[in-house]
C-alpha cells in the first residue's frame, strides 16, 4: 500500500495530552479513545465520501493531526472509480506500474481539523462514560450469586433503597423477609441474584429471601467448605421461619454437621443473627434416599422409610407421639424435608399405618 499526496495537517498536541491524562486518571487506554475517534469521524466522513469501505481516518498519536485516506487498487480497466483506478493513471501520477497493488490518496476536507476536534471530545465524554460503565459492571458482575453488603438509604413504597457502595439497587417487597425491618443508615448483607448491563450502569437485582442466601452465609463461616472438605447438597428455606441444610464431608474425619455448628454453635449462631433469629436445621446428607430422607425429617425420630426412586416419593412410618414433630407446625418440617430432598414425603403414625 502506497501512501501518496500527503497533506500538511495543522495538529492537535492538546487532544494527544488530554488523551495522555485521562488514560492515567482513568486508567482508560489511549488506543481504545483513538480507535473510538477514528471510527466516529469515519462514519461522518462516509457520509461525504459515499458509503464505500475504502476510507480510513488516521489520528497521529504524536502531534495529533487527522488525517483521511482512500483506497483504491490499480486495475486495467475501471468500473467504480471511488474504489478502482486505472493503471495508466496510476503510473502517470504516483509512478505505480502493477495491477492489483493499491494506491492510498489522502482526501482530508477542509476544515477537518476544527470539526474532528469537536468529534474528538463529543467521542472521548462518551467512552470515558462508556468504560466507566464497563468497569462498574465488571466489578459487581464477579458478585452475582453472591453476598454483598449495603447500607440502607431510605424505605419507600414498601421496597429499601441500599448503597452498595458506588451504586444503588433496591430491595423490592418480594425479596424482603416479612420479619424483617431496617434503619436508615444500617449495613445489610444481600444475595445478588442478578447483575445486567443498561445504559445508565449496572443493575443489580437483590434478595434476602433467596435459599442461596443460606447457602453463602455458611460458606463464609465455615472453614471446611471453603477448603472443599464439606459441602452444602441442598437447601430449603421459608423465609424468616426455618430453613433445612444438607451438608456432606468427603473426609471421614471430619463430621459435616459439626463444623456447620462450630463450638458452642458459634457458626451456626453467626448465620442466624444475620438471618434475625430464623431456625436453621442442619443435617447429614446421604446418597442412599432412604437414609437422608430419615436425616431429613429431623429433629423427628423415623422408623421406616420406603422410597420409589422413579415416581420419586417416599412413604415414612414414625412413632405415634413423633407424628405432629414430623409433620411441623402446618405442615412445614415434611414441607422442607420434601423440598430437601426431592421427593414427596406421606408420613404416617405407627398406629395409622397398621390400620392402613
Given at each position: 500500500?502506497?501512501a501518496k499526496n500527503s497533506k500538511e495537517t495543522k495538529g492537535n498536541p492538546e487532544l494527544i495530552e488530554a488523551l495522555n491524562a485521562?488514560?492515567?486518571?482513568?486508567?482508560?487506554?489511549?488506543?481504545?479513545?483513538?480507535?473510538?475517534?477514528?471510527?466516529?469521524?469515519?462514519?461522518?466522513c462516509k457520509d461525504q465520501f459515499g458509503k464505500s469501505d475504502n476510507i480510513r481516518v488516521f489520528l497521529d498519536d504524536v502531534t495529533?493531526?487527522?488525517?483521511?485516506?482512500?483506497?483504491?487498487?490499480?486495475?486495467?480497466?475501471?468500473?467504480?472509480?471511488?474504489?478502482?483506478?486505472?493503471?495508466?493513471?496510476?503510473?502517470?501520477?504516483?509512478?505505480?506500474?502493477?495491477?492489483?497493488?493499491?494506491?492510498?490518496?489522502?482526501?482530508?476536507?477542509?476544515?477537518?481539523?476544527?470539526?474532528?476536534?469537536?468529534?474528538?471530545?463529543?467521542?472521548?465524554?462518551?467512552?470515558?462514560r462508556e468504560e466507566e460503565r464497563k468497569v462498574l459492571f465488571d466489578q459487581y458482575y464477579t458478585k452475582e450469586r453472591d453476598i454483598?453488603?449495603?447500607?440502607?438509604?431510605?424505605?419507600?413504597?414498601?421496597?429499601?433503597?441500599?448503597?452498595?457502595?458506588?451504586?444503588?439497587?433496591?430491595?423490592?417487597?418480594?425479596?424482603?423477609?416479612?420479619?424483617?425491618?431496617?434503619?436508615?443508615?444500617?449495613?445489610?448483607?444481600?444475595?445478588?441474584?442478578?447483575?445486567?448491563?443498561?445504559?445508565?450502569?449496572?443493575?443489580?437485582?437483590?434478595?434476602?429471601?433467596?435459599?442461596?442466601?443460606?447457602?453463602?452465609?455458611?460458606?463464609?463461616?465455615?472453614?471446611?467448605?471453603?477448603?472443599?472438605?464439606?459441602?452444602?447438597?441442598?437447601?430449603?428455606?421459608?423465609?424468616?421461619?426455618?430453613?433445612?441444610?444438607?451438608?456432606?464431608?468427603?473426609?471421614?474425619?471430619?463430621?459435616?454437621?459439626?463444623?456447620?455448628?462450630?463450638?458452642?454453635?458459634?457458626?451456626?449462631?453467626?448465620?442466624?443473627?444475620?438471618?434475625?433469629?430464623?431456625?436453621?436445621?442442619?443435617?447429614?446428607?446421604?446418597?442412599?434416599?432412604?437414609?437422608?430422607?430419615?436425616?431429613?425429617?429431623?429433629?423427628?425420630?423415623?422408623?421406616?422409610?420406603?422410597?420409589?426412586?422413579?415416581?420419586?416419593?417416599?412413604?415414612?412410618?414414625?412413632?405415634?407421639?413423633?407424628?405432629?414433630?414430623?409433620?411441623?407446625?402446618?405442615?412445614?418440617?415434611?414441607?422442607?424435608?420434601?423440598?430437601?430432598?426431592?421427593?414427596?414425603?406421606?408420613?404416617?403414625?405407627?398406629?395409622?399405618?397398621?390400620?392402613?
Amino acid at each position: 500500500m502506497k501512501a501518496k499526496n500527503s497533506k500538511e495537517t495543522k495538529g492537535n498536541p492538546e487532544l494527544i495530552e488530554a488523551l495522555n491524562a485521562i488514560e492515567k486518571e482513568k486508567d482508560i487506554s489511549k488506543d481504545i479513545l483513538i480507535e473510538a475517534i477514528e471510527n466516529s469521524l469515519l462514519a461522518a466522513c462516509k457520509d461525504q465520501f459515499g458509503k464505500s469501505d475504502n476510507i480510513r481516518v488516521f489520528l497521529d498519536d504524536v502531534t495529533g493531526e487527522f488525517h483521511v485516506y482512500q483506497d483504491k487498487e490499480v486495475v486495467e480497466e475501471v468500473e467504480d472509480e471511488n474504489l478502482q483506478m486505472s493503471l495508466t493513471e496510476a503510473e502517470a501520477r504516483y509512478g505505480v506500474k502493477e495491477l492489483g497493488e493499491v494506491v492510498s490518496i489522502e482526501v482530508t476536507p477542509k476544515n477537518f481539523g476544527r470539526i474532528s476536534a469537536q468529534k474528538a471530545k463529543q467521542v472521548v465524554v462518551q467512552k470515558i462514560r462508556e468504560e466507566e460503565r464497563k468497569v462498574l459492571f465488571d466489578q459487581y458482575y464477579t458478585k452475582e450469586r453472591d453476598i454483598i453488603t449495603g447500607t440502607v438509604q431510605r424505605y419507600n413504597g414498601g421496597s429499601y433503597t441500599v448503597n452498595l457502595g458506588k451504586v444503588d439497587t433496591i430491595l423490592t417487597e418480594a425479596e424482603q423477609v416479612r420479619t424483617e425491618r431496617f434503619q436508615s443508615h444500617e449495613k445489610i448483607k444481600l444475595y445478588v441474584t442478578e447483575v445486567r448491563d443498561t445504559t445508565r450502569g449496572p443493575r443489580i437485582t437483590v434478595s434476602r429471601t433467596h435459599p442461596e442466601f443460606v447457602k453463602r452465609l455458611f460458606e463464609a463461616e465455615v472453614a471446611e467448605i471453603q477448603s472443599g472438605v464439606v459441602e452444602i447438597k441442598s437447601v430449603s428455606r421459608e423465609p424468616g421461619s426455618r430453613s433445612k441444610i444438607a451438608v456432606y464431608s468427603s473426609n471421614p474425619d471430619v463430621d459435616p454437621v459439626g463444623a456447620c455448628v462450630g463450638v458452642n454453635g458459634i457458626r451456626v449462631n453467626t448465620v442466624v443473627d444475620e438471618l434475625r433469629g430464623e431456625k436453621i436445621d442442619i443435617v447429614e446428607w446421604n446418597e442412599d434416599p432412604t437414609i437422608f430422607i430419615e436425616h431429613a425429617l429431623s429433629p423427628s425420630r423415623v422408623l421406616s422409610v420406603t422410597v420409589n426412586p422413579e415416581e420419586r416419593t417416599a412413604a415414612v412410618i414414625v412413632p405415634d407421639y413423633q407424628l405432629s414433630l414430623a409433620i411441623g407446625r402446618e405442615g412445614q418440617n415434611a414441607r422442607l424435608a420434601a423440598r430437601l430432598t426431592g421427593y414427596k414425603i406421606d408420613i404416617k403414625s405407627e398406629t395409622q399405618s397398621l390400620e392402613g
